[in-house]
């Protein structure tokens, strides 16, 4: 289904898991090869954040295609945000994946996931292996990426009161400063988690992996993206470390990294 914006609405799930999720999709121009991006977006941001609209709008420069979408219980996406976990956000991307595969016929993928985005990312490009899609996957940008966060950067520090209210209310709240209202962390996610982990083994990408990472970011440790490196096998494998970046990295300087990163990465020829 279209909406007025632009927007086009897919379900996915059946039944009680069934959920409205709204993407959009960036046509690429006719006779363009590059290989088309998706956008897998961070915990509690949408697909109209800063990096996001400016990857559609690289896609647009290059003439390439480019998806874009809310997981449920984000931005213009239905479904509970309490009901969200990874292994249900990841059900998502790869059904709105599989959706671009007919709708702009995308065989030649960049994946670009930030933060919780990055681990939603390289759970994706496990399936589209095993699917037999490995040739489709031409790269893979992390940026900020926060792969396993609830198992490695939540759970070793909840307090008392944070344990109790997950076993309690089956939740806990924590402040934010990227808005008014508290983050939510529910018991659910947290179990399902650990069924995702991605940082207890190596992990073959089967295509070149480019991470951006802000030293002073103060949600992700940028550690946490060198233990990731250390799992990651391969040749082709860069980290550029920003020493002042934060966990966002939309300054303009960062917006300017990010799609260089991207746009070398679509154009370089398949060796």
């Known amino acids: 289904m279209e909406t007025e914006a632009g927007t086009r609405n897919v379900t996915v799930g059946e039944d009680a898991g069934a959920r409205d999720i709204a993407l959009r999709l960036t046509p690429p121009r006719t006779g363009n090869d590059l290989p088309h991006f998706v956008w897998l977006g961070g915990y509690r941001s949408?697909?109209?954040?800063?990096?996001?609209?400016?990857?559609?709008r690289l896609a647009e420069r290059l003439g390439t295609g480019c998806i874009r979408f809310d997981y449920s219980g984000h931005g213009a996406s239905g479904g509970a945000f309490a009901d969200g976990t990874i292994s249900r956000w990841l059900e998502e991307a790869l059904f709105v994946i599989d959706h671009a595969r007919g709708a702009l016929a995308t065989r030649a993928m960049i994946l670009v996931g930030s933060s919780m985005g990055g681990w939603i990312a390289l759970r994706a490009v496990a399936e589209l292996r095993a699917r037999g899609?490995?040739?489709?996957?031409?790269g893979l940008v992390l940026i900020a990426p926060a792969p396993d966060f609830t198992s490695e950067l939540i759970e070793p520090n909840l307090t008392a009161a944070e344990r109790t209210s997950l076993a309690e209310r089956g939740f806990f709240e924590e402040p934010?400063?990227?808005?008014?209202?508290?983050?939510?962390?529910?018991?659910?996610?947290?179990?399902?988690?650990?069924?995702?982990r991605v940082?207890?083994?190596?992990?073959?990408?089967?295509?070149?992996?480019?991470?951006?990472q802000g030293?002073?970011?103060?949600?992700?440790?940028?550690?946490?993206?060198?233990?990731?490196?250390?799992?990651?096998?391969?040749?082709?494998?860069?980290?550029?470390?920003?020493?002042?970046?934060?966990?966002?990295?939309?300054?303009?300087?960062?917006?300017?990294?990010?799609?260089?990163?991207?746009?070398?990465?679509?154009?370089?020829?398949?060796?």
Do not use: F
């Open 133 to 138: 899609l490995a040739d489709h996957l031409r």
């Open 199 to 212: 940082l207890d083994g190596t992990i073959d990408t089967g295509c070149p992996v480019h991470i951006l």
């Open 176 to 196: 934010t400063p990227y808005g008014p209202d508290p983050n939510i962390y529910t018991l659910k996610l947290i179990e399902d988690g650990r069924a995702n």
């Open 215 to 271: 030293m002073l970011d103060p949600d992700v440790p940028y550690q946490h993206a060198m233990t990731l490196m250390e799992h990651l096998v391969g040749d082709d494998v860069v980290m550029t470390l920003v020493r002042d970046g934060d966990h966002r990295l939309s300054r303009p300087e960062d917006i300017e990294r990010m799609l260089s990163v991207i746009e070398t990465l679509a154009t370089s020829k398949i060796p």
């Open 46 to 56: 949408d697909m109209t954040g800063t990096k996001a609209v400016e990857l559609a």
